[in-house]
């Protein structure tokens, strides 16, 4: 079993449906992030969690919802999505986040490929 | 405002040559760290290396080296005798001392070994 899991692998989605990501890390941290991958885009940081509170929210529109009920799961809530929002979401963990992170590595998932119609 | 340039997007090289990938950055902090991360085709991103702005010792780790370089503000990895398991996408990335948790990664550079 991977160090962090993403379900689902792929999902598609219609403009006005919800649908919900979910990550699952097996690792202990303490931190959690969610990242979006676009085609010929750098890699955008969303949201990161420390210890259950989110301590970033990098200019999100308010159709993604992050949700994190605990250290070792984070939801990624859509909702009235774009075109333009499908893209690899990639879920990340690290020791630990914020003030306290100390630049150690991330895990990666191997994320959710959306795809918005 | 901190900034990490991949230029090259695609190289292709055959197996056993050695290639290099650019990595340069940009930060107003004196304290930063830099990071190598692999995406094989699987998705998920793989952590190499992480290098402090105080350590510029070059590095080598089997096959792979990187090459940090303050005075051009450079961070070049190298894979010598490529493998065709080394096909994927490498991000170069950049995070502040005391934010270690906002990395801002390069476009990446997708490489392709051919047998």
């Known amino acids: 079993e991977t160090g962090v899991t993403q379900t689902p692998r792929h999902l598609v989605m219609g403009m006005t449906n919800k649908k919900s990501l979910k990550c699952e890390q097996h690792?202990?941290?303490?931190?959690m992030y969610w990242y979006k991958q676009s085609a010929k885009k750098p890699l955008e940081l969303m949201f990161v969690?420390?210890?259950?509170?989110?301590?970033e929210n990098n200019s999100v529109p308010s159709r993604f919802s992050p949700e994190c009920p605990n250290s070792s799961h984070l939801f990624l809530h859509l909702h009235t999505l774009q075109p333009e929002d499908s893209a690899l979401y990639l879920c990340?963990?690290?020791?630990?986040?914020?003030?306290?992170?100390?630049?150690?590595?991330?895990?990666f998932g191997s994320g959710t490929q959306l795809s918005v119609l | 405002a901190q900034k990490v340039t991949q230029a090259q997007t695609e190289i292709s090289v055959v197996e056993k040559e050695d290639v290099t990938l650019d990595c340069v950055y940009e930060?107003?902090?004196?304290?930063?760290?830099l990071f190598w991360y692999k995406q094989p085709p699987s998705g998920e991103l793989v952590f190499l290396i992480r290098?402090?702005?105080?350590?510029?010792q070059n590095e080598i780790s089997g096959r792979y080296s990187w090459n940090f370089q303050k005075s051009t503000s450079s961070f070049n990895f190298t894979i010598t005798a490529s493998q065709v398991v080394d096909s994927a996408v490498y991000f170069c990335?950049?995070?502040?001392?005391?934010?270690?948790?906002?990395?801002?990664f390069g476009k990446g550079t997708r490489l392709h070994i051919l047998p």
């Open positions: 990340a963990s690290s020791q630990d986040g914020g003030a306290r992170a100390t630049n150690e590595k991330l895990f």
């Open positions: 990335a950049l995070s502040e001392a005391y934010r270690g948790d906002k990395i801002i």
């Open positions: 290098r402090n702005s105080f350590d510029e």
């Open positions: 930060t107003r902090d004196t304290t930063y760290y």
């Open positions: 690792l202990g941290h303490n931190a």
């Open positions: 969690y420390n210890f259950k509170e989110q301590t």
